[in-house]
């Protein structure tokens, strides 16, 4: 009886001990290869196409009068550009010259009016101030010109020259044309006159102009 008991005992043994040594199961369950996080999609940007430039830059159309007042607010003050011309040259009135642009530009004679609209106030200054022609200057194709000077007072088939810095007197008016020399390319680019004139101010350091509706400095689509 002793034997059998052996071989029970050694049995449970070997039993026992087979269940002790083997590798233990997880509840999880492990990936041989383990993936690489994937990237974060690209932003996605909200485009849109831009705005037409009459309606991007606010720009006016030709002949749209602005109305202001000087800085005391006593007289009222009209301002527009009403037409635009080119020529290959000009002609000073009187004088037996032509004045010619170089190969591959023009000029571009720009015309101004200013108008005293009346008197409105109970003070004594009755006068407004025209804005010199170099407050005036001209974008296109992505650059800024400035008026050139003029020959003469007078151009033959086109008319006066605008040089402003000039006081009008109560419903007076002065307008002429500021001469700009662009190259060929501007001329039918859709090119904007703008009037530097919010903020300008006199020697002394004060506004010549009042502008409670306008923020910003009037331009004009040609």
């Known amino acids: 009886m002793g034997r059998p008991f052996l071989i029970i005992t050694l049995l449970v043994a070997a039993i026992l001990v087979t269940g002790c040594t083997a590798a233990p199961r997880s509840s999880y369950n492990y990936e041989v290869h383990p993936t690489t996080a994937a990237a974060p999609p690209a932003l996605i940007t909200d485009y849109r196409d831009p705005l037409p430039p009459e309606e991007d830059d606010g720009s006016l159309p030709l002949g749209e009068i602005v109305m ?38 023009r000029y571009l004679f720009v015309h101004v009016v200013v108008t005293h609209r009346g008197h409105r106030g109970d003070g004594y200054q009755t006068t407004i101030y025209a804005p010199p022609a170099q407050q005036f200057s001209l974008v296109g194709n992505g650059r800024t010109y400035y008026p050139v000077p003029a020959e003469a007072d007078h151009l033959t088939n086109i008319g006066e020259v605008y040089r402003g810095n000039v006081w009008v007197d109560r419903n007076g008016k002065y307008e002429g044309y500021i001469v700009y020399q662009v190259p060929e390319s501007v001329v039918d680019s859709g090119a904007v006159v703008v009037t530097d004139i919010v903020g300008l101010k006199n020697r002394y350091g004060r506004d010549y102009y009042n502008f409670r509706k306008y923020d910003r400095n009037p331009a004009w689509r040609l």
Request: proline share 8%.
């Open 68 to 105: 202001f007042r000087d800085a005391n607010e006593e007289n009222e003050i009209s301002l527009k550009v009403v037409s635009s011309t080119d020529r290959g040259g000009y002609e000073p009135a009187g004088e037996p010259i032509r004045i010619t642009a170089p190969q591959g530009w």
